[in-house]
């Protein structure tokens, strides 16, 4: 009786600290997983989140001069310098985010009754990934935004 006694208080075994061991170790991976994935997302967010806001600035600074094919983002002495790429105009670095900028505009209608001409307004911003100075390619992460101007509402 004394050796069922002994047996029953002897705690763990040592395949029951085993299977302990093993279900800690997949839940401190999925934690470890979880947060190395928030992070990544919050990253892509960040980056996401500068380059529209630089483009909305782009856009509203380019609408309030009526939209013209002359602007020039270097005047506002914010950083913006022109690109040594073909496919890009403008370059600049926000929060350690090199951005390329394209901006282009088209005339869209005119309506010759009223002297009124509409002008459309798009400023794309590209980046690369990994946050290299490099000109972006067609696959890395962009943000284009589009709005439209009266040439005539601001001396454009």
């Given at each position: 009786?004394?050796?069922?006694?002994?047996r029953?208080?002897?705690?763990?075994?040592?395949?029951?600290?085993?299977?302990?061991?093993?279900?800690?170790?997949?839940?401190?991976?999925?934690?470890?997983?979880y947060?190395?994935?928030?992070?990544?997302?919050?990253h892509?967010?960040q980056?996401?989140?500068?380059?529209?806001?630089?483009?909305?600035?782009?856009?509203?600074?380019?609408?309030n001069?009526?939209?013209?094919?002359?602007?020039?983002p270097?005047?506002l002495?914010?950083?913006?310098?022109?690109?040594?790429?073909?496919?890009?105009?403008?370059?600049?670095?926000v929060?350690n985010?090199?951005?390329?900028?394209n901006l282009?505009?088209?005339?869209?209608?005119?309506?010759?009754e009223?002297?009124?001409?509409?002008?459309?307004l798009?400023?794309?911003?590209?980046?690369?990934?990994?946050y290299?100075?490099e000109?972006?390619?067609?696959?890395?992460?962009?943000?284009?935004?589009?709005?439209?101007?009266?040439?005539d509402?601001?001396?454009?």
């Open positions: 009786m004394c050796i069922k006694q002994l029953k208080n002897s705690g763990f075994t040592l395949i029951e600290t085993i299977i302990a061991a093993v279900c800690l170790v997949i839940i401190a991976l999925g934690a470890l997983s947060q190395y994935h928030a992070a990544m997302h919050n892509i967010a980056s996401q989140m500068i380059a529209t806001r630089t483009a909305q600035l782009l856009l509203e600074d380019w609408k001069n009526g939209g013209s094919a002359e602007y020039d270097a005047s002495e914010l950083g913006f310098i022109a690109a040594d790429e073909e496919d890009w105009g403008y370059f600049v670095i929060d985010l090199p951005m390329y900028i282009s505009g088209s005339e869209v209608v005119h309506d010759e009223a002297g009124v001409t509409l002008r459309e798009i400023v794309r911003i590209a980046w690369k990934g990994d290299t100075q000109a972006p390619d067609a696959d890395d992460p962009y943000v284009m935004l589009t709005t439209y101007a009266r040439v509402a601001s001396g454009g």
